[in-house]
Nanobody
Framework: QVQLVESGGGSVQAGGSLRLSCVAS??????????MAWFRQAPGKTREAIAA????????YFVAAVQGRFTLSQDNVENTLYLQMNDLEPEDTAMYYC?????????????????????WGQGTQVTVSS
């Protein structure tokens, strides 16, 4: 059974940093065609994808809103994906979710096909004050 467990959220002031962790179990973390992503949902808004990575190639992708401030890394021994968030802004306040897409169909940028993410963690809250 696939499980994703996030941690690392908290409250920080604008300009601060946080590192979120997502521990995965129930599948081979870095096998071919395995994608992991971070989504976030702010109060009153729809959930949005912000970053994704092909855990076999370790090729990351970031949406424009976080590009240059957030980075992804992974530990294949601990089956953990990290989201390092720097220069946080109040607009980054949201519940952050880790998700996995295992063996997604299609070709090319299959890790960016958000509809294929069907395994989710419980979320971790990030609050950034001005």
């Amino acid at each position: 059974q696939v499980q994703l467990v996030e941690s690392g959220g908290g409250s920080v002031q604008a300009g601060g940093s946080l590192r979120l962790s997502c521990v995965a179990s129930g599948y081979t973390f870095s096998r071919s065609r395995t994608c992991m992503a971070w989504f976030r949902q702010a109060p009153g808004k729809t959930r949005e994808a912000i970053a994704a990575i092909d855990t076999a190639t370790e090729r990351p992708y970031f949406v424009a809103a976080v590009q240059g401030r957030f980075t992804l890394s992974q530990d294949n021994v601990e089956n953990t994906l990290y989201l390092q968030m720097n220069d946080l802004e109040p607009e980054d306040t949201a519940m952050y979710y880790c998700a996995a897409s295992l063996s997604p169909p299609g070709r090319g940028a299959y890790c960016l096909q958000w509809v294929n993410y069907n395994h989710w963690g419980q979320g971790t809250q990030v609050t950034v004050s001005s």
